[in-house]
């Protein structure tokens, strides 16, 4: 393997993240407002079966897009209908909804599987594509991985810098402290649910336009529950969550590679490598040693370090809010 | 500012939270709001900084009525509210924590929220490390963050509910001293909220009196306790008179323990509690006299060292063993770790049986529920659920679980919340306690408390264990100081 070579894998594993990255920064606004939307895996696929047709009867990829993003606001409007006013469980509603979409999107997508539809337009980046090594790697590709990029950088900026980010994040910390701040608990809720639930619908969409073009039944099937562990990876930060998408992304073109060096070895063994990884990762960040051992660093590096590997989730997450 | 609360009523379901309440605040003035547990006093004040809307009454600033929607409405016309467990967002950055809520504009503004943020602490003599997360502040100084959130949001009017109960003795002092300076310097009007009569004499000018609901008086400040106390209560309540007790055998003896967490280590802990003893432990929170406790109840396992009970050797035994050898745990945390919040009395009873069979006797369960709600006075029905009761109540509850004949009680902060006539009830008991040779070990933050009821008390500080004193002999400033470090 030479280096060209490994540059043009890098960026297919770039490629290949963008979805998941977009799945991930939504997931990681719903569950920052105290919201776990569950169905991400129901959601995805109903947004690639309905991105995909769309796109094919508009034969318009950015229609496809609008309706992928209008599913997924769908799915999470009955999420926060459910949720919020009707006060049920959120594992319950968000497990039903998974069911749903993952049935409802194989008997509506029946008559559109494995035939070709319109693409993503590759769209490389003039003077930028030329820098060595970046420029293969992160501007030689087409608005998915742009917007996938640039969504995760604003997603920082807003939940981080901004006043409204800051309401979002008190919401989903402590709902009666917001609410005693003047912030409306429950519009919040609902607001960035619904974009969160559209950025996983875009997702889905980017899946079946510009990934692994098409449908089939089961199309993006487990890409939902692997986004929903990456937001736990990512420690709910959408920087660490995107990043946390491109290593789970190529954790599996290493699989490939194993699996090609050593036929042997049964596939499964390969696949479960990622997983692992992951486990292992979260053991090492959030055990009681790892606060043990950062005691023992002097202490200018102690708080940026326990602030880096901070990874608890949103206190008041998939709880109630019992007031107004 | 002027303020009127005219007839205001709240009622939650049959109880009448507040009926019909009408008090005039005025300017320069720190006012005590008194009443025994659920006389409707955090519901006036929760109506007042615009948390809950009242049923009916309204609310007068200079003269002009207004209706606040929310705590954020209130604070915009001057009125804030420091609340029991303070309403911050414990994983925030201090910084955070102070900007939400703070002003309109999109991007947030660090810099100048933090120099507001210093100059303001400074001013009232609260010293604040900017660079720190809420979850890393003691109860004080969260306390202290809160006020002054509000006073940046331009409050004229502090209410504050029960704001000394766990913070230390020099967190009190500089709150106090903050609270003095905002009513005599600039003039605004202090309200607060505390069941500690020493407090109220000690710092506001004038108080109001609740009783279920109902305004039933107010008085100058200072006057006599009993004055106070027969308001409260409609009468004045038999003072509990600590009963002179021949003590027994040691029931308790800690040889050479040492108990070691990431956060603190406690060494060389010696100590023997004698069988009908009562024994104190001072200290700040976090200062080691927790783990003590938790190590004799088998929540937490020594490094080395022996715990003997009743000449029994029961180092490193797990919870369910101390249990089951008569050794109670009834932990600060009434709704976090000593009751569970949405099960009912009955159920409560049956999950504190000691055999338990694998089918419950429902009918006979809810017949002991029903007689211990008799006999601890619970106000509460063997349905009612545990959150449903007041503070008071959930207490007494703890308490009327407990098994009958215990060798010893661990107790950590038994009458935190509880008003006068409570703190009595529960005393009481814990003497009668005291005839089956029950030996008890109690945490408390309130040093009269401490004082008063111990038969003997130890200091904690930064995990060292002080020389035992006796209480007959010892004083508020003596225990004060080894709290400070001199032990
Ligand atoms: N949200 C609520 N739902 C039902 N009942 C309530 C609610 N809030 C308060 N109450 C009841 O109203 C009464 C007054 O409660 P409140 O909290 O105002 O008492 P309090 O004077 O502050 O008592 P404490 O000294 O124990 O804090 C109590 O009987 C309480 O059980
Ligand atoms: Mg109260």
Not at chain 2, 49 to 74: C, K, M, R, V, W
Not at chain 2, 262 to 278: D, F
Not at chain 2, 382 to 410: H, M, V, Y
Not at chain 2, 452 to 479: H, L, N, Q, W
């Amino acid at each position: 393997m030479n280096d060209s070579e490994l540059i043009l894998i890098l960026a297919s594993i770039i490629l290949q993240a963008a979805p998941l990255m977009i799945a991930v920064c939504g997931e990681t606004i719903t569950e920052r407002v105290g919201v776990v939307n569950l169905s991400l895996d129901g959601t995805m696929l109903m947004s690639a079966m309905t991105g995909f047709v769309v796109s094919l009867k508009t034969d318009s990829v950015w229609l496809g897009f609008l309706a992928g993003a209008a599913v997924g606001a769908l799915f999470a409007l009955i999420i926060a209908f459910g949720t919020i006013r009707l006060r049920q469980s959120q594992v319950a509603v968000g497990f039903v909804l998974t069911l749903l979409g993952d049935d409802l999107s194989a008997f509506l997508g029946q008559n559109f599987t494995h035939i070709p539809g319109p693409v993503v337009k590759f769209m490389p980046i003039p003077v930028l594509k030329d820098i060595p090594i970046l420029g293969p790697l992160f501007f030689n590709h087409d608005m998915v991985v742009y917007f996938a990029f640039a969504l995760v950088g604003l997603t920082w900026w807003w939940l981080f810098r901004t006043q409204p980010g800051l309401h979002l994040r008190g919401t989903g910390e402590r709902p009666e402290a917001a609410f005693a701040r003047g912030v409306n608990v429950n519009r919040v809720r609902y607001l960035y649910t619904l974009i969160g639930g559209a950025l996983v619908g875009i997702a889905g969409a980017a899946y079946s336009l510009n990934v692994k073009i098409g449908w089939a039944e089961g199309h993006t099937r487990g890409l939902g529950w692997i986004a929903l562990a990456i937001v736990i990876f990512g420690g709910w930060s959408p920087i660490r969550g995107a990043f946390g998408a491109i290593l789970f992304g190529a954790t599996k073109a290493l699989a490939t590679v194993l699996q090609r060096i050593f036929p042997e070895v049964s596939v499964v063994a390969f696949n479960s490598i990622p997983w692992l990884l992951m486990i292992l990762v979260l053991l090492i960040v959030s055990s009681e040693s790892t606060e043990r051992i950062i005691a023992f660093l002097p202490r200018p590096l102690q708080r940026p370090l326990r602030h880096l590997l901070r990874a608890a989730p949103p206190m008041a997450l998939g709880k109630i809010f019992g007031g107004k | 500012m002027r303020v009127e609360i005219r007839d205001i009523r709240k009622y939650f379901g049959s109880v009448k939270a507040n009926d019909g309440i009408t008090l005039t605040l005025e300017e320069g003035h720190i006012y005590g709001v008194l009443g025994e547990n659920g006389a409707g006093k955090s519901t006036l004040m929760k109506i007042l900084s615009g948390y809950q809307p009242p049923d009916s009454g309204e609310i007068l600033l200079n003269g002009q009525p207004h209706t606040f929607d929310s705590p954020l409405s209130a604070l915009k016309n001057g009125v804030g509210m420091l609340y029991q467990d303070p309403h911050d967002i414990p994983p925030f950055s201090i910084v955070d924590n102070f900007l939400l809520g703070r002003d309109k504009r999109l991007r947030l503004n660090y810099r100048a929220a933090e120099s507001e943020l210093k100059e303001l602490s400074s001013k009232y003599g609260f010293a604040l490390d900017i660079q720190a997360h809420v979850d890393s502040l003691s109860l004080g100084e969260r306390q202290q963050l809160e006020l002054v959130r509000l006073l940046a949001g331009g409050a004229e009017v502090l209410i504050l509910d029960e704001p000394t109960t766990g913070i230390s003795a020099e967190q009190k002092d500089v709150l106090f001293n903050s609270m003095r300076k905002l009513a005599r310097e600039e003039g605004k009007i202090l309200l607060l909220v505390s069941h500690k009569l020493e407090e109220v004499q000690e710092l506001c000018d004038h108080a109001f009196i609740l009783r279920r609901g109902k305004y039933v008086g107010e008085m100058e400040i200072p006057c006599p306790n009993e004055k106070l106390v027969e308001m409260m209560f409609g009468q004045v309540p038999p003072r509990s008179e600590r009963p002179t007790f021949e003590l027994g055998d040691p029931m308790l003896e800690l040889r050479d323990v040492n108990i070691s967490t990431y956060r603190l280590s406690v060494k060389n802990l010696n100590l023997s509690v004698r069988a009908g003893e009562i024994f104190g432990l001072a200290g700040l929170e976090g200062s080691g006299q927790r783990l003590l406790i938790q190590a004799c109840a088998g929540l937490v396992r020594p490094e080395s060292g022996q715990i003997i009970l009743d000449g029994q050797d029961i180092t490193s035994w797990s919870y369910h063993k101390t249990r089951a050898v008569n050794v109670a745990y009834v932990a600060a945390g009434r709704l976090e770790e000593g009751l569970v919040a949405s099960l009912s009395l009955t159920e409560h009873v049956v999950l504190a049986q000691r055999e338990t069979d694998f089918f419950v006797d429902w009918a006979a369960s809810g017949q002991d529920a029903q007689s211990r709600i008799e006999h601890y006075q619970i106000v509460g029905r063997p349905d009612s659920t545990a959150e449903e009761l007041s503070g008071g109540n959930q207490q007494r509850l703890l308490f009327g679980l407990l098994w009958n004949k215990l060798k010893l009680i661990l107790l950590e902060h038994p009458t935190r919340g509880l008003d006068v006539r409570s703190t009595n009830y529960i005393w009481n008991l814990l003497y009668q306690r005291r005839q089956d040779g029950t030996a008890i070990i109690f945490i408390s933050p309130d040093l009269d408390e401490i004082i008063e009821r111990s038969d003997r008390i130890a200091v904690f500080s930064g995990g060292v264990m002080s020389r035992i004193v006796d209480a007959k002999t010892t004083s508020v400033k003596e225990i004060g100081h080894m709290i400070g470090g001199q032990l």
